[in-house]
């Protein structure tokens, strides 16, 4: 039974295996995408350790007649089934692999032992009838196959956070028919992070590239802490056709100890744009390529690496088929002048999931 899948052997046939996010990651690597390296740790890994524990009958009996409006009782409930989840043994087979291919990761990146990303990758994210993109766990800037492993067993638990299981109540899902892949992906180091729509999310425009930017890794955006620059890319001539630069007071960093924290930007660098004009088309080159690969319209996850030379630091973290303009199809431009929405409300909310540290991970 296949337990790893690194990204450059994923193949259309694995989706069930992988989930959402990480057959994302394999299909982008197959097409030429700028992707930083990983792989995946397979539903069949959580499967086994999950049948090897008898830990459906004891999610049944938690979740038995459960009151999803009775919050205290939901997170009562979830609580016991993450500790039960964090605490399991991984059959040695599977964690043996898994060490072995943190190791391969390692040596392929130069260094005994790589920083990484620890993503879950749940088998219902992404689905056509309902999204789970938040509901579930990342571990950034992980070191050491013993980091690595709890980290696994904790993406495994977030499949029972107290939203996650909540919406799966809600919308009808089996809490057995749900499994978890988790990605292990080379940490990037972000000068700058942010995400690209290409088309224009405030009126649909297909001719446009919509980027968001800010400092760091680009939590602060998230978290609406900053209001991020914004540029307009013409698809056609790659001009940049409109640029919002803003005050970016704040950003997250990482830390000597291996964390990420918010840190006051200097005055100067808040002002100042986060992207240079070659970055900015480079990032919508990408964009477009993406787009005509899945032939859609996209919304990507970014990252300028600061680890990496100019002219190729400019690494896709994500790609997923934009869901708003694209179900309403074809829009009327708008005139230039007219008011065309509020630029805090475009496309910050699929930057990244929550980040954690190694002293912030409890369940």
């Not at 397979?42 to 938690?62: K, M, N, P, V």
């Not at 991984?90 to 620890?118: D, F, H, N, W």
């Not at 431009?333 to 930057?351: H, K, Q, R």
Request: charged content about 25%.
């Amino acid at each position: 039974m296949t337990t790893i899948s690194w990204f450059e052997s994923y193949w259309a046939g694995m989706r069930d295996e992988v989930g959402g996010k990480a057959a994302s990651l394999g299909e982008m690597t197959g097409a030429g995408l700028p992707v930083p390296p990983g792989f995946a740790i397979c539903t069949s890994a959580y499967r086994r350790a999950r049948d090897e524990s008898d830990l459906d009958a004891q999610i049944a009996r938690l979740l038995h007649g459960l009151d999803i409006n009775d919050t205290d009782s939901v997170s009562r409930r979830c609580a016991e089934i993450r500790r039960h989840i964090a605490t399991m043994p991984i059959p040695e087979g599977i964690e043996l692999q898994i060490r072995g291919a943190y190791l391969e990761l390692s040596a392929r990146g130069g260094t005994k032992e790589v920083p990484v990303a620890v993503r879950s990758s749940a088998t219902s994210e992404d689905s056509p009838d309902a999204s789970f993109a938040g509901e579930h766990d990342t571990y950034l800037w992980v070191r050491g196959a013993e980091d690595v492993i709890d980290a696994v067993r904790r993406c495994w638990a977030s499949l029972f956070t107290d939203r996650a299981t909540c919406y799966r109540v809600e919308m009808g899902y089996d809490h057995r028919s749900v499994e978890m892949c988790v990605v292990v992906q080379k940490m990037v180091h972000p000068r700058a992070a942010g995400v690209a729509f290409t088309l224009d999310p405030t009126n649909g425009d297909r001719s446009q590239v919509a980027i968001d930017a800010a400092w760091g890794f680009g939590e602060s955006v998230v978290a609406g802490e900053v209001t991020p620059d914004n540029f307009r890319v013409d698809k056609v001539m790659l001009e940049i056709t409109k640029r919002i630069i803003s005050t970016k007071s704040h950003e997250y960093v990482l830390t000597d100890h291996d964390s990420v924290e918010k840190v006051e930007t200097d005055p100067e660098r808040a002002i100042a744009p986060c992207l240079t004009d070659s970055e900015i088309k480079a990032i919508a080159r990408l964009a477009k390529t993406a787009e005509r690969h899945y032939g859609c319209p996209q919304d990507i996850e970014w990252a300028v690496d600061a680890e990496l030379p100019d002219g190729d630091n400019i690494i896709l973290l994500q790609s997923r088929p934009e869901t708003v303009w694209s179900k309403k199809g074809p829009t009327r431009v708008v005139a230039p002048g007219s008011n065309t929405g509020d630029f805090m409300s475009s496309i910050v909310s699929t930057l990244m999931s929550p980040l954690y540290s190694k002293s912030d991970q409890g369940t």
